[in-house]
């Protein structure tokens, strides 16, 4: 009679199989979710970082305008700023020839408007000049006008300072984020104080 010689196969059992396939599921589980975390994470840092560079970016553009209003030439007349509760008409006689260009290519004529529809604040030059956008995702965009004692004033050829507000919000909500509807805000407001308005 022979004798029958069994091998033993090296392999898994089905339950060996069963855990190892059940810690790789938490790993790959842990690991999936750190990933999101961090990409949720990620994403709202980028959309705060582009809402505070929107609303910055802006607030420097109309500085520095506002900064060129009311120059003339010696002896010329230019208002500077026009009083408006809707526009903020910015003039200024750069090439000192006593008349405020307002063409649409003209620096000297300059209008920014806030188009609450579309939360936008636009900047156009000249009368005829198309509107472009300088920010978007904007939830207000407000300016007041001072004379030379700080007290607020409504006549033009008052205007001797300005403060300017702008509060923005992020493009998208953020589920973790529970005030204001998920929106993240900013708000930023500055004092001008045009040098050419107080000649």
Same mark, same amino acid.
């Given at each position: 009679?022979?004798?029958?010689?069994? +091998?033993?196969s090296?392999? %898994? $059992?089905?339950?060996e199989?069963?855990?190892?396939?059940?810690?790789?599921?938490?790993?790959?589980?842990?690991?999936?979710? =750190? %990933?999101?975390?961090?990409?949720?994470?990620?994403?709202?840092?980028?959309?705060?970082?582009q809402?505070?560079?929107?609303v910055r970016?802006?607030?420097?553009?109309?500085?520095?305008?506002?900064?060129?209003?009311?120059?003339?030439?010696?002896?010329?007349?230019?208002?500077?700023?026009?009083?408006? =509760?809707?526009?903020?008409?910015?003039?200024?006689?750069?090439?000192? !020839?006593?008349?405020?260009?307002?063409?649409?290519?003209s620096?000297?004529?300059?209008?920014?408007?806030?188009?609450s529809?579309?939360?936008?604040?636009?900047?156009?030059?000249?009368?005829?000049?198309?509107?472009?956008?300088?920010?978007?995702?904007?939830?207000? %965009?407000? %300016?007041?006008?001072?004379?030379? !004692?700080?007290a607020?004033?409504?006549?033009?050829?008052?205007?001797?300072?300005?403060?300017?507000?702008?509060?923005?919000?992020?493009?998208?909500?953020?589920?973790?984020?529970?005030s204001?509807?998920?929106?993240? =805000?900013?708000s930023?407001?500055?004092? +001008? $104080?045009?040098? !050419?308005?107080?000649?």
């Amino acid at each position: 009679m022979r004798e029958r010689i069994y +091998i033993k196969s090296a392999g %898994f $059992t089905l339950t060996e199989m069963m855990v190892a396939i059940t810690i790789g599921m938490i790993v790959i589980a842990s690991v999936t979710g =750190t %990933f999101t975390a961090q990409t949720r994470q990620n994403n709202a840092e980028e959309q705060i970082s582009q809402l505070h560079q929107n609303v910055r970016g802006a607030l420097d553009l109309i500085t520095r305008d506002l900064m060129q209003a009311g120059y003339k030439a010696p002896g010329g007349s230019v208002t500077g700023v026009s009083y408006s =509760t809707t526009q903020l008409l910015i003039q200024a006689d750069l090439n000192a !020839n006593s008349t405020i260009d307002t063409s649409n290519t003209s620096l000297e004529y300059i209008v920014y408007a806030y188009d609450s529809a579309n939360k936008q604040i636009t900047r156009q030059l000249g009368t005829s000049g198309t509107a472009d956008v300088v920010a978007d995702n904007i939830t207000s %965009f407000t %300016f007041n006008y001072y004379d030379a !004692n700080g007290a607020t004033t409504t006549s033009s050829s008052s205007i001797r300072k300005l403060t300017v507000s702008i509060n923005g919000q992020t493009t998208k909500p953020d589920p973790n984020y529970s005030s204001n509807n998920e929106y993240r =805000t900013y708000s930023m407001s500055t004092d +001008i $104080t045009p040098p !050419n308005l107080t000649l």
